[in-house]
C-alpha cells in the first residue's frame, strides 16, 4: 500500500500544453445526437394530426376557390408551425444550460497545482486524480493507486468493483469505489471505451415524461370526442340543406379549434422553463420528469451534514487523559488557539496524530480566494485546522514522518489507520482515529482510560457534537503492521452548525405538507440534539442496529449510525407506505439510494461525482431550503398545466356549443370557418404559453401535495371545464340574439364576443399579484395583443372582409364587451370565495 500523496509525481500538462491539447484532440465528451435542421423542425410540426386536417381543407378550399378561407386556414398554419418552432427551439436552449451546469467535473495536475475543471477539457497526457466517489473521465494508465476499487459494470456488465493496482488502466465512465489513485489520460472523448459505447447510441432522442405521454393520451381522446362533435355540426348542416364542402371546411375548423393542439409544446416549453428557473435557485435539473414528480413529494429524506447544518466543521474541543483544552477561531482559518479548562498538559501528541492521518489540505488565501479554503475532506480539514491553532506546523510534521502505508476511512470500518516512519528509527508509528464506539473497542484500543473516554464522549455527543476518537503505538523494526492493540489518545469534539435557516425549512415543509426525516452517520445524541435545534421533535431515534434488528423505517423521524446501504431501506419503506420520496446524498455508496427515490437530490459543492450523476436534482449551494423552493416550482407547473387545460378547453368546449346549439336558436351559421379558426388562433397562441409561465400560487405551499396518480383533469377539473365553457357558450348565445333581435350583425357579435370572453377567463384564471408588483406579466401582455387582433380585423377593411365580418358600432361593441366580461367575473369571484373557504 503506497501513499498517493508521497509519490514523487510529476507537475503534470501546462496550462499552454493543456490548450495545444484540447486544440489538437477535441474535448473530451461522448457523440450527442446532431440538433434538428430547421426543415425537420418544421416538417415536425406540419405532421401534427390537427395541422393535417388544416392542410386537408386548405387543398379543399384551393379545389372550390374558396379563397377567403383558404388565407385564413395558410395563416393559421404560418403562425401555429412559427410559434412551435420557437417554442421548442426556446425549451432546447434551456435544458442545453441546464446540461452545461449539471456536467461532471474532474482534478487534474496542471503545472504543479491541483485543479477541478470539466471533465469535457481533459487531455491525453493530463495527471488526473482519483478518489472514491468520482467517475473516472477519461481512459487511465495508473501511476499510483492506494486499495484503489472500479465498479465497471457500467461497461462489461460485472456487478463485482475490480481491484486496480499501478500499471493498470481504469476506463472512462467507470466509478471509484475505494481509495485513491491517480493516473495518465491515455484516451479521451469518442476514442475512450465509453466513447465508443455511447457513439453507438448518439442518435437515440430524449424519451418524453410521463406528464407529456399522459397528456398525448388525453389530446388523442379529446381530438376523437371533438371529431366527433364537429361531424354532428357538419351533419346537422347538410340536414338543414348547407352545401357539402362549406360544412367539411366548418367541421375541420370546429375540430381544430376545440383542441389544444398547442399543449405538448406548452407542457415541454414550462417544464423546460421551470427547470431553467431552478437553476437560477440552485437547483440543477438533471432529467426532465423530475420537475413534474416535485410537486408530489411528501418525504424529505435528508442529510445532516452541509444540508441541515453549514458543511464547515470546526474542531471545538479536546480531551485527553492529561486535561481538556477548548479551541478559538474562525472557519478554517488558522488564526485562534487552544483554551485549556485548567490545569492541563499541551496536547501535542493528539494534534500530531490528527496531522498525520489525515488526507485534507489547506488552501491559504490568494489573489482569486480571500480565505483559507479546505481540500479533501471537511472533518480532516478542520483537524488540520486545529493543528495550527494548537501550534503544530502539518508540512514539516509530515515530511518527517513519511507515510508508508494505510488503510482508508470506509462507511462500514467507521475508522482509518496510517503507518507512518519514525525519524532515526526503523520502527514505524501507527495512528488511528474513527467513531468512538469503534476506536475504543478493547479490541482496537488496548490501553488507557477507556472507560472515562467513553462518558465523555456520550456527553458531548449528546451535546451535538460529532466525535473521533485517536489512538496510536509504536511497532518495533520488522514487525507485522497492525491496526489493533493501540494506546488511547484522545477525543476531538466537532461541531457543523445549524443552518440559519434549518428551522424555517423544517416548518415550510410541514406546512407544505411534507415529512422532513432526518438521516446521519453520527452518533444518536448528535442527531437528536440537531433534529431539536432544527425543529423536529421526536420521542425515538433509530439506529442502523435497529434496521438491522427489524425495525420499520417508515415509523422513524430522526435517524443515528446510518451506513449508505441502510439509506436504500429507508427510502424503501416510506414508498411502500405510499409516500412519494426525495432523498439527498454526496458519498458513493448513497447512488442506489438516490436511485430508488422519487427524487434523487445530490450536493452539488462537497457531493461526490457519482453522487451528483445519480441524482435528478444537484442543489449547488448544498442548502435544504432549495429543496422546498423546487418543491414550490414543481407544484407552479403542474398547476399551470391543469390552469392551461381549463382555460383551453372550456374555450374549445364553447365554440362547439355555439356551433351545435346556435341552429337551435335560429342562429344557422353562428361562426364561420375563417372566424373559428382566427379565434382558436388568438386565445391557443401566446396566451396559452403566457399561462404556462404564471408565477407560483402563493397558497401552493400550504397544501397537502397532490397524489402522483391523480388524472390530469382530476381533483374537479373536467367540472370547472364543463361548467366554464357552457357559461361561455351561453353568454355568446344571448348576445348573439340580443343583436339579432334588434338587427344588428349578430355573426360578428357572436365572434367578437366569443374571442373576448375567452380572454376574459385568461385573465380571471391569472395568479393574484401581490401587494406592490407593478409590472406588467408576459399574461398581461399577450391577452392584450390577442384582444387587439381580435376587435382590430372590425376596423381593417381587408381583414373584415377577410374574415367575413362587419362594423359594430360603438354601442353595439361597449354591449358585446359587457357580455364578454360576464364569464371572467364569475370564474374570478368563485376563484375568491374558493380561496377564502380554503383559508387556514
Request: charged share 20%; aromatic share 2%; proline share 7%.
Amino acid at each position: 500500500m503506497t501513499d498517493l500523496l508521497q509519490l514523487p509525481l510529476s507537475h503534470g500538462l501546462t496550462d499552454v500544453e493543456a490548450a495545444r491539447k484540447l486544440v489538437e484532440h477535441g474535448p473530451n465528451t461522448t457523440p450527442s445526437p446532431k440538433p434538428p435542421s430547421a426543415l425537420f423542425r418544421v416538417a415536425a410540426q406540419l405532421r401534427d394530426p390537427m395541422i393535417l386536417l388544416l392542410l386537408a381543407a386548405a387543398v379543399l378550399t384551393a379545389t372550390l376557390h374558396d379563397l377567403t378561407d383558404l388565407a385564413v386556414i395558410l395563416i393559421v398554419i404560418v403562425l401555429n408551425t412559427t410559434v412551435g418552432v420557437l417554442q421548442e427551439l426556446r425549451a432546447e436552449h434551456a435544458l442545453a444550460a441546464l446540461d452545461r451546469l449539471a456536467a461532471p467535473h474532474a482534478t487534474v495536475l496542471r503545472s504543479g497545482r491541483a485543479t477541478v475543471i470539466g471533465a469535457a477539457d481533459v487531455v491525453p497526457g493530463d495527471l488526473v486524480l482519483l478518489e472514491a466517489g468520482d467517475i473516472v473521465p477519461a481512459d487511465l494508465e495508473l501511476t499510483a493507486a492506494v486499495r484503489l476499487q472500479t465498479d465497471e459494470s457500467a461497461l462489461t456488465g460485472e456487478s463485482l468493483p475490480v481491484e486496480k493496482d499501478p500499471g493498470h488502466q481504469v476506463f472512462a465512465g467507470t466509478v471509484v469505489t475505494r481509495g485513491r489513485a491517480s493516473g495518465v489520460a491515455s484516451r479521451t472523448g469518442v476514442d475512450s471505451a465509453l466513447g465508443k459505447i455511447a457513439g453507438l447510441l448518439s442518435n437515440q432522442r430524449p424519451r418524453p415524461t410521463p406528464l407529456q405521454l399522459r397528456l398525448r393520451s388525453l389530446s388523442r381522446i379529446l381530438s376523437l370526442a371533438a371529431l366527433l362533435l364537429s361531424g354532428v355540426v357538419a351533419v346537422a348542416g347538410l340536414l338543414r340543406g348547407l352545401p357539402v364542402a362549406d360544412m367539411i371546411v366548418t367541421a375541420v375548423s370546429l375540430t381544430v379549434a376545440a383542441v389544444p393542439e398547442s399543449l405538448p409544446a406548452v407542457v415541454t416549453l414550462a417544464l423546460a422553463i421551470g427547470a431553467h428557473r431552478m437553476a437560477r435557485r440552485s437547483a440543477v435539473v438533471r432529467r426532465l420528469p423530475a420537475v413534474e414528480t416535485l410537486g408530489s413529494v411528501t418525504v424529505v429524506a435528508a442529510d445532516k451534514t452541509g444540508t441541515l447544518t453549514e458543511g464547515v466543521m470546526l474542531a471545538e474541543r479536546l480531551w485527553t487523559e492529561h486535561g481538556e483544552f477548548i479551541a478559538s477561531g474562525n472557519g478554517y482559518d488558522p488564526a485562534g488557539g487552544l483554551d485549556p479548562l485548567g490545569d492541563a498538559e499541551p496536547p501535542t501528541r493528539l494534534l500530531r496524530d490528527t496531522v498525520l492521518c489525515n488526507d485534507a489540505e489547506l488552501r491559504p488565501p490568494g489573489p482569486d480566494q480571500p480565505v483559507w479554503l479546505p481540500l479533501g475532506d471537511p472533518t480532516e480539514a478542520a483537524l488540520l485546522t486545529l493543528a495550527r491553532r494548537g501550534g503544530t506546523d502539518p508540512e514539516p510534521l509530515r515530511a518527517a514522518h513519511p507515510r508508508i502505508a494505510e488503510l482508508p476511512f470506509d462507511s462500514i470500518r467507521k475508522r482509518m489507520t496510517t503507518f507512518h516512519r519514525i525519524p532515526g528509527d526503523d520502527g514505524t508509528l501507527v495512528v488511528g482515529k474513527g467513531a468512538p464506539e469503534v476506536i475504543l473497542d478493547p479490541a482496537v484500543t488496548s490501553s488507557g482510560d477507556i472507560a472515562t473516554a467513553r462518558a465523555i464522549a456520550a456527553e458531548l455527543a449528546a451535546d451535538g457534537y460529532r466525535v473521533l476518537a485517536v489512538a496510536d503505538r509504536v511497532l518495533p523494526p520488522g514487525a507485522r503492521r497492525t491496526e489493533d492493540g493501540l494506546q488511547l489518545v484522545g477525543l476531538v469534539a466537532l461541531t457543523d452548525p445549524v443552518r440559519h435557516n434549518a428551522a424555517e425549512v423544517t416548518t415550510a415543509l410541514g406546512r407544505a405538507g411534507v415529512d422532513l426525516v432526518l438521516i446521519t452517520g453520527d452518533a444518536p445524541g448528535t442527531a437528536r440534539a440537531v433534529a431539536e435545534r432544527v425543529g423536529l421533535h421526536t420521542d425515538r431515534v433509530l439506529t442502523g442496529a435497529d434496521i438491522d434488528d427489524g425495525a420499520d423505517p417508515s415509523e422513524g423521524r430522526v435517524f443515528a449510525r446510518i451506513r449508505p446501504e441502510q439509506k436504500l431501506d429507508i427510502v424503501r419503506a416510506w414508498q411502500q407506505a405510499g409516500h412519494v420520496v426525495a432523498m439527498t446524498g454526496d458519498g458513493v455508496n448513497d447512488a442506489p439510494a438516490l436511485r430508488r427515490a422519487d427524487i434523487g437530490v445530490a450536493m452539488g459543492k462537497d457531493g461526490t461525482e457519482v453522487a451528483r450523476q445519480a441524482a435528478d436534482l444537484i442543489l449547488t449551494d448544498d442548502d435544504l431550503g432549495t429543496v422546498v423552493a423546487a418543491i414550490e416550482e414543481g407544484r407552479r407547473i403542474y398547476t399551470n398545466v391543469r390552469t392551461f387545460l381549463r382555460y383551453a378547453l372550456s374555450g374549445g368546449l364553447a365554440e362547439i356549443l355555439v356551433m351545435l346549439i346556435g341552429p337551435l336558436l335560429g342562429l344557422a351559421t353562428p361562426l364561420l370557418p375563417a372566424q373559428i379558426l382566427w379565434i382558436n388562433m388568438l386565445t391557443h397562441g401566446l396566451p396559452g404559453v403566457a399561462i404556462g409561465a404564471e408565477p407560483a400560487d402563493p397558497q401552493a405551499m400550504q397544501r397537502r401535495p397532490r397524489s402522483p396518480d391523480e388524472q390530469v383533469l382530476g381533483a374537479g377539473l373536467w367540472q370547472r371545464i364543463a361548467w366554464t365553457g357552457t357559461l361561455i357558450a351561453a353568454v355568446t348565445l344571448a348576445a348573439a340574439l340580443w343583436a339579432r333581435s334588434i338587427g344588428a350583425p349578430w355573426q360578428t357579435m357572436t365572434y367578437v364576443v366569443l374571442g373576448l370572453a375567452q380572454l376574459g377567463v385568461a385573465i380571471a384564471l391569472r395568479r393574484p399579484r401581490p401587494r406592490g408588483e407593478r409590472r406588467l406579466r408576459f399574461l398581461d401582455v399577450a391577452v392584450a395583443g390577442a384582444l387587439v387582433s381580435q376587435v382590430g380585423p372590425l376596423f381593417i377593411p381587408p381583414l373584415r372582409e377577410l374574415l367575413g365580418l362587419h362594423a359594430l358600432s360603438a354601442a353595439e361593441l361597449v354591449v358585446a364587451a359587457a357580455f364578454a366580461i360576464l364569464p371572467g367575473l364569475v370564474v374570478a369571484a368563485r376563484r375568491v370565495w374558493k380561496a377564502r373557504k380554503e383559508q387556514p
